[in-house]
């Protein structure tokens, strides 16, 4: 059967047109390379069909949705699958019960994406709150853009959105990057340039997922933070991790405690070897304070009656090239 809209929704609200052209391109492409500059609206009377790309042989209903293509229709709920590529897991009834309320009293503002689908259903590329909230208030149906893009688009389009929203939280945004990179063959470099950030930051990222199970659910819930694992991925001991996740969450460490509670683990020292609380000599801190700034890591002087050691941290191969680097540039 071909579906047809059911009414007209406006492609753009007053709320949508105060956005900042800025803030919108302020990740990579944004959606605005994604999306059409400006969706024309189904007025009621037939579109012609958009030719689709070269693509296998269109069935006849597929035809029929075509002539909706890149307008804003009205799509019942129950014709719209889940967005497979979603990397949001967090949906929390509160919120969600707010959109509601407010999609009760204003409607949907912002049309949802979909893709055509199979058996004359849609398939959800971004906009999975205005669904579930719209379903909460009641509502059938949601204003829709439809547009046929490939697999890949759809999952970068879906990471784009909440990336600018600030969505994800750092476990959601490290599974959205191996995702990419597992799904789709790209790499660190590839995936940064298309969401707008370093290969650093996707390497980052992606490097807390080494973390094991019980980290992650902590980075999950929103226990522990992007710099909070960061600093976890430090410890030799990799069997360490999860006792040392569990006392930073109970006690509530801040990082910079966290940081000396994973160098006291990574460097137990002797009994003998520790300085008294108060035995701080100024000019080893200045020194270390040096260090520090020089070489952009962690450094720590332990001294006692003139001797000791220096220790300096690193928390990436990056770091250890470049500090490597400098300390052979000061020798003459």
């Known amino acids: 059967m071909t579906t047809t809209a059911e009414k007209v929704i406006p492609a753009v609200d007053d709320k ?19 999306l059409p500059s400006g969706p024309r609206i189904v007025t009621g009377v037939t579109v012609p069909a958009i030719p689709p790309p070269a693509t296998p042989p269109v069935t006849q209903t ?14 019942n709920l129950d014709q719209i699958a889940e967005n497979p590529y979603q990397t949001r897991r967090d949906f929390s009834d509160g919120p969600l019960e ?22 004359g259903r849609y398939i959800l590329i971004l906009g999975e709150r205005r669904c579930r909230a719209s379903k909460l208030a009641g509502k059938t149906t949601v204003p829709a853009i439809v547009r046929r893009v490939s697999d890949e688009q759809a999952a970068e389009m879906t990471i784009v959105e909440n990336l600018q929203r600030q969505d994800l939280n750092c476990l959601e ?3 959205a990057y191996a995702r990419l990179s597992r799904d789709f063959g790209l790499t660190q470099e590839e995936i940064g340039k298309r969401v707008g950030v370093s290969r ?3 390497s980052n990222y992606t490097r807390l997922l080494k973390l094991p199970k019980p980290v992650l659910h902590y980075l999950g819930t929103g226990d522990l933070g992007f710099s909070e694992a960061r600093v976890l991925l430090q410890l030799i001991d990799a ?20 940081e000396e509670l994973v160098t006291r683990t990574n460097s137990p020292a002797d009994e003998s070897e520790k300085p008294a609380p108060l035995a701080v000599d100024p000019n080893v801190r200045a020194a270390q304070m040096e260090l520090e700034r020089t070489l952009g890591v962690r450094v720590q002087i332990r001294d006692r009656k003139g001797k000791g050691k220096i220790v300096i941290e690193y928390s990436n191969l990056e770091d250890f090239d470049r500090v490597l680097e400098m300390l052979a540039g000061t020798k003459q």
């Open 98 to 119: 707010e959109l509601a309320e407010s999609i009760k009293a204003n409607g949907v503002v912002q049309p949802v994406v979909v893709r055509p689908g199979t058996d």
């Open 200 to 202: 650093e930051s996707v």
């Open 239 to 258: 069997d360490l991790v999860p006792r040392i996740a569990d006392e930073a969450v109970q006690k509530q460490l801040s990082v910079k405690q966290l």
């Open 173 to 175: 945004q490290a599974e």
């Open 16 to 34: 949508a047109a105060d956005k900042s052209p800025d803030k919108r391109r302020a990740l990579g492409r944004g959606l605005e390379s994604l």
């Open 62 to 75: 597929q035809a029929d949705r075509t002539a909706h293509l890149e307008g804003v229709v009205a799509l």
